[in-house]
């Protein structure tokens, strides 16, 4: 028995954290699994959480972490298959590389592929301005319509 009851001892490191599995055995002779994690916290402090699982209820915490991962699998397959249907129904409706497709032409008139709705914006050559979306009867702070 190593220092502190540790049978065995294991480390993931990530990034900005680690995870430490310590199998342990207690002064009664119980054994469990320690699961740590420490992650870097404001100045060299480091934050600790700890989780203690006794061996007989060991299986019944793995069948739950099998449920979640099972359910976190299929949960991503589903969100892949919505993307790509999600993708495949845009690019059905714009064609490949989607959004519409507007050539403009310099001139005294701007031409499009297709007809532009009104939407407040006269073009007009190089400069683009944009119309005002006030009343004409109600006068503005200045007191000018």
């Not at 532009?116 to 190089?126: C, E, L, N, V």
């Amino acid at each position: 028995m190593g220092i502190r009851g540790e049978l065995f001892t294991t480390q993931v490191t990530l990034d900005n954290r680690s995870y430490f599995f310590n199998v342990k055995e207690n002064r009664a002779g119980d054994v469990f699994l320690q699961i740590v994690e420490s992650k870097k916290g404001e100045g060299a402090d480091f934050d600790r959480h700890q989780i203690a699982i006794f061996a007989e209820d060991m299986q019944r915490v793995l069948k739950g972490l099998d449920d979640s991962l099972k359910f976190i699998e299929k949960d991503r397959k589903e969100r892949a298959k919505a993307k790509a249907a999600k993708k495949a129904a845009k690019e059905a409706k714009f064609g490949k590389g989607s959004g519409e497709k507007i050539v403009i032409k310099r001139g005294k008139k701007n031409f499009l592929e297709e007809e532009r709705q009104p939407d407040g914006i006269k073009r007009t050559g190089k400069v683009i301005h944009i119309a005002s979306k006030r009343d004409a009867d109600k006068p503005t702070d200045d007191g000018a319509n």
